[in-house]
């Protein structure tokens, strides 16, 4: 009886590990997410942008990746086909979703799921590489201050910068080099975006302890903004409207970073006069343009308001792929991706009605940078302060000081 009693628990064991696959995995054709995003498409075009946060046409575009993606069938199972691929990974950003979950909507084993969303992001990052770079010519650059002008009224601006703190689960024997001020766990993406809320520059991957101003100093794009042989062709500075004085072109954010000749940040709260809070409401009107790019993204990509389950290397590619895919998405369609209740929206008497992403969620400045500022970049602003308050006012602005 013992040794019947033991054949029949080897045969089980054995059986158990021939199985290769679960049975409801083996049942995809008819349990996965594909026949509610094609009813979807077929019915519901508005339910399907919001199942993919795009519309079929801008789906249909990005499958441009699919030769990165597509793998063969083989004797022994069919392959998943590419555009399931890249609805699995579209999925996985949108919902944010933990890959245990991810997988009854799927129908794909978390394993896989993981290999699926890793290679279709790096396809992504590859295909739409040029959908996020820096401007390559002086009138590249021109061409970013106009609009920065023309939309947010800030002169010889070139880009808006900040850091968003990416919260993840604290890596296995990573002890506290993650952790932040804010007592949670991320890695740090540091962005510089244009007037309309593109990203021009990206960096992924710094730790969270580091300062904003820090984790922006260590990016190949701030070794080449410091050089002195200007080889990002940055105009050379000119005159404004109705002025004499020549102004650099500069980048703006908040106090967070060190004021230098080309980067310009807000006066601080002790010295401040009323020429000085104009200065800083014009320069808040530019510095929340990249605020918003951050909440669009977060809006649009549940992956950003949950901690992310995985490795910071693979965290890093989920990121700059859910990037990309706000740039493509901007490019392809603003209109209906940016709607207006997501971002701040000003008010005639300088009141700001603050979009829907700010509601329960706040940007994680970082720790302050203190240093010793430089006569000429305090010249510098006291010349944009003094223009803002002069020739280069705009009729609303006094509004800030009531």
């Known amino acids: 009886m013992k040794s019947n009693a033991l054949a029949v628990s080897i045969t089980?064991?054995?059986?158990?590990?021939?199985?290769w696959c679960k049975e409801w995995y083996k049942m995809r054709y008819r349990f996965t997410h594909e026949h509610l995003q094609r009813t979807l498409q077929a019915t519901e075009p508005d339910d399907y942008k919001n199942f993919l946060r795009m519309d079929n046409d801008s789906f249909e575009t990005l499958e441009l990746i699919r030769p990165n993606i597509e793998k063969q069938d083989t004797n022994l199972r069919q392959a998943i086909p590419a555009s399931q691929r890249l609805?699995?990974?579209?999925?996985?950003?949108?919902t944010g979703m933990d890959l245990e979950d991810l997988k009854f909507m799927c129908v794909v084993a978390p394993r896989h799921l993981d290999l699926i969303i890793q290679e279709t992001c790096e396809a992504i990052i590859r295909k739409l590489k040029e959908n996020i770079r820096v401007p390559r010519t002086t009138e590249d650059w021109k061409k970013v201050a106009k609009e920065f002008e023309r939309r947010w009224n800030f002169p010889n601006c070139i880009g808006t910068v900040d850091g968003k703190h990416v919260e993840i689960e604290k890596p296995s024997n990573s002890g506290s080099y993650y952790f932040n001020y804010k007592k949670i766990f991320s890695i740090v993406?540091?962005?510089?975006v244009n007037a309309n809320y593109q990203?021009?520059?990206?960096?992924?991957?710094a730790n969270g302890r580091m300062s904003d101003g820090g984790t922006l100093k260590n990016t190949?794009?701030?070794?080449?903004f410091s050089e002195s042989e200007n080889k990002l062709n940055i105009p050379e500075p000119c005159e404004l409207l109705e002025s004499d004085k020549k102004f650099p072109f500069v980048l703006v954010g908040d106090e967070a970073f060190q004021l230098t000749p080309n980067f310009m940040k807000p006066y601080n709260k002790a010295v401040l006069?009323?020429?000085r809070r104009i200065f800083n409401y014009r320069l808040s009107r530019a510095r929340r343009v990249v605020e918003n790019a951050f909440g669009i993204l977060s809006s649009r990509f549940k992956i950003f308001k949950k901690d992310i389950g995985l490795h910071p290397d693979k965290t890093r590619k989920v990121v700059l792929a859910a990037c990309r895919l706000h740039n493509y998405l901007c490019e392809k369609n603003k209109n209906k991706y940016i709607k207006p209740g997501d971002i701040d929206i000003e008010e005639p008497n300088t009141t700001v009605t603050r979009g829907a992403w700010r509601q329960g969620h706040q940007l994680l400045n970082i720790e302050r940078v203190r240093g010793n500022l430089a006569n000429e970049a305090k010249r510098v602003r006291d010349d944009f302060c003094e223009y803002f308050n002069g020739n280069g006012s705009v009729p609303w602005q006094n509004n800030c000081l009531i």
């Open 12 to 19: 089980e064991k054995e059986k158990r590990r021939r199985r």
């Open 87 to 94: 609805s699995i990974t579209l999925r996985y950003l949108v």
């Open 199 to 205: 990203f021009m520059m990206v960096d992924v991957g």
């Open 189 to 192: 993406l540091m962005a510089i």
């Open 220 to 224: 190949n794009f701030w070794q080449l």
């Open 273 to 275: 006069t009323d020429e």
